[in-house]
Each structure stands twice: as structure tokens, then as C-alpha cells.
């Protein structure tokens, strides 16, 4: 028995793993994997797969970057973790600043969590909690689009509208108003995403009129639905949503968790709307894939909402055991250093325009309905009947065949439904693009064949 299986059995008997049907396990190989470099993971047997998907979206340099690297070993030599109430490090601070230095305008707080669903926690609870401080403790509902997604605690999940994850658990969650998305492969043929992102605002804009003197915030995520099959819409419709949360007195929380950090093709992607939320989440790149941490960004005016005489019980008492650990801020500022000296943004718009040219032969095959990119991000939308763009039914685990055939290529593909997609590391090459846009397409034949 070589490592490999014999590693793979150790994990079965113990390990349940996430988001995972465990029997799967029975016909689906476990990879135990033993190393990363760059784009690169090596399983412990030696084959290798490019990381199409960053491992779930967190990776933005590579696996085993030497900067980050570094800096982490001489972190750990200082301080491995102080708890953050009372104390600071210099790791929180700087990191802090630079954050603020580069959101959008007037975001100059940073409240730190350890993970992506605690920051909309986080987030969820800070304006409901605003509201209060400022005597208007009716406003304590939530507005989300469909098909969003948000996190797996129970306040994420409520404010989440992806059945797969919520269905189940809907008697234990919070009610929420759901707003139909701007997703723009719902629009119709011929229509433009910007027609479409508009027209689809009539609804948010209603709910708004309706319900807004009981409504904390809206929740989105800008740009890309990346859970839902990474549906995208066009930035109009973040630009009449800040207009209208201003006209209604309603929050926006923008939810840039997945898409931060350039994965849209700008640092962040409300810039693309000229947009500044009222709060803004982030994690997975935050790091650039290294750590768990994640912050929540929000106004001097939310700031000053909870600033006041202790008896008067306005602080936000809300902690996690590893708020702001030093290993993760450190990783995360040299991850900003890339950004800093490199010039990533500008280097990935080639990169994506590559990636989106190549894809874009695939629009052809007669079983996908649609290629998409927004910046850093590409989703190729297997369909059964190309014309009607009716889905293949759910059951058939259209995309598991293509996630295996890519595994025996040497690729890490993770189609979500029906949707596969590329949303790689930054350093990728156009070599390996095409390595991957060309995996796919022998995978999306073979998966639709019969
Ligand atoms: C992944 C994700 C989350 C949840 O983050 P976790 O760290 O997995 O809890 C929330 N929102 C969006 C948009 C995400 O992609």
C-alpha cells in the first residue's frame, strides 16, 4: 500500500469533510496532497493538478509564495497571537491603515473576525445594532437577491438564498425580503447586461418603497454571484442600489468576500459601480489564501453610533477568540506588498483577456449555453437544450464527470452544478490557461454526451 491510499483510508475512518456527501467517498478517489507550489498541488503519490479554482477562491500568489513565506517566519519568531481586546500589534495596525488607504472613501474602521460567514454576522449585527443606537429599532429586516450566497452560520445562511444550502435549516433562520437578482443570464436574447441589471432593479426599488422604514440593509455581492454558478451582473445596478439606499435610509453591505482583491479586474468590485457600501466584507483573498481571517470595513457614522458612556450599553460587544491573530495580518500585508510593487491588476488584464478569448471557442459546443468572464473569473454554463437554455437536471452530476476527467488530466476543476469555471491564482501563465480552457473542453464533451 503506498502513502497515498494508505493516507487516504486514515482520513476516511476520521475526517468528515466539507460540503460533502461523505459516501461519494465510496467511488470517488480522496487526494491527499503533500505540497504547493505556485499554481501547483502534488499529491503525496507525485501527480500534480493546477489549482483552477485557488482552493475554493482564497489563493492569489501561489501556493508557497516565497514573500509571504517569509514574511510569516519572521512573524512567528515575535508573535504567534495576543488577544485583540485591549491590546494591539503592529501586524493589526498597519494592516489597518492599508486597508483603509485602498476602499472606497469614507470606509475607515476595521473590525476583524476569523472567517467569511462571521464577518456578515458581524456586519448583520452591527447595523441592526446602529439602528438602535439611533432610536430606530424598526429597522431590523434584511433585503437579499436570489440566489445569493453568504455564508453557512445561521445569520449568513439567512441572509444567503441558495436552497442547496439553506432549504433545510429555513426553520431555525431569521426572515428575510428576497429580491430577484440581476443575474444577466436570465436576460432575454438580444437584450444588453446593462438593460437587464436595470430592469431587474424595479424590484429591489419596490421592496425598498415598501418596506424601508423596517429595513436594516441590503445585502449583495457585488458584481459576481460566485455560489450561484458565478452569475454576473452589470454595475449599474450597484450604482442604483447605493442611490436608493441613500433615498430610503437603508445600509448596503457590500459582500466582497469572494470578489475582492482583483478578482473582478479592479481591487475591489464596487469600484466599478463608484460606489462606497456601508459596510464591506472580506476574507478568502484577504490573506492571499494563507490564513483564515476576514474584516468588516464601515463608516466614521456607523463608528460613531456605538462610541458612548459605557452604562449606556452601545458597544458592539462582539468577539472571536482569534480576532486580528498577527500570523494572519501578517500574511495579509504581504500579500498587499505584491499588490504594492507588482503590478498585479494591470498583468491580470492580460491574463483575463486571455483566459476569456480561449474560453469563448467552447461558446459553440451545442450543450453550453453561455461563456462569461468578469475580470479574473470565467464560467462556461453547461445546459441540456441550448435553445430553450433548459439545465441539465441537477441529479445527473453533469459537473462531477467533468471534475473527474480534469483530475485525471491534471487539473483541479470544481464545477458548481452545471457551471465549470476557471477562477485561478494570479501567477498562472497562458500556457496553463490553455492547458485548462483545453481540459475542460475534452471534459464538458465527455460529460455530455449522452
Ligand atoms: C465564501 C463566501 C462566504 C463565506 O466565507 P467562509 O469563510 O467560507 O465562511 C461569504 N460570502 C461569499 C460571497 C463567499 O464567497
Known sequence: MNDSSDLARRDLAVVWHPCTQMQDHESLPMIPIRRGQG?????????????????????????ANPRINDALKA??????????????????????????????????????????SSAIEVAVKMSFHYWRNSGQPAKRRFVTLGNSYHGETLGALAVGNVDLYKEIYKPLLMDVLTVPSPDCFERE????????????????????????????AVIVEPLVQCAAGMRMYHPIYLKLLREACDRYNVHLIADEIAVGFGRTGTMFACEQAGIRPDFMCLSKGLTGGYLPLSVVLTTGQVYEAFYADYATQRAFLHSHSYTGNPLACTAALASLAIFGTDNVLGNNRALAAHMDKRARELAQHPHVA????????????????????????????????????????????????NVVYFMPPYVITPAEIDFLVETAASGIELATCD
Not at 438580444?190 to 429595513?215: K, V
Request: net charge positive; proline share 4%; glycine share 8%.
Open 189 to 216: 436574447p438580444g437584450e444588453s447586461w446593462e438593460a437587464f441589471s436595470r430592469r431587474q432593479f424595479a424590484f429591489m426599488d419596490m421592496t425598498l418603497a415598501r418596506h424601508a422604514h423596517e429595513i436594516s
Open 370 to 417: 453561455e461563456v462569461r468572464s468578469t475580470g479574473m473569473i470565467c464560467a462556461i454554463e453547461m445546459v441540456k437544450d441550448k435553445a430553450a437554455r433548459k439545465p441539465y437536471p441537477w441529479q445527473e452530476r453533469r459537473g462531477l464527470r467533468v471534475y473527474r476527467h480534469a483530475l485525471e488530466k491534471g487539473a483541479l476543476l470544481r464545477p458548481i452544478g
Open 75 to 116: 512573524q512567528l519568531d515575535r508573535l504567534e497571537h495576543v488577544l485583540l481586546a485591549g491590546f494591539t500589534h503592529e501586524p493589526v495596525v498597519e494592516l489597518s491603515e492599508k486597508l483603509v488607504a485602498i476602499a472606497p472613501k469614507g470606509l475607515t474602521r476595521c473590525f476583524y473576525a476569523d472567517n467569511g
Open 39 to 63: 499554481v501547483w498541488l502534488e499529491g503525496v503519490d507525485g501527480r500534480r493538478y493546477l489549482d483552477a479554482i485557488s482552493s475554493w477562491w482564497t489563493n492569489l500568489f501561489g501556493h
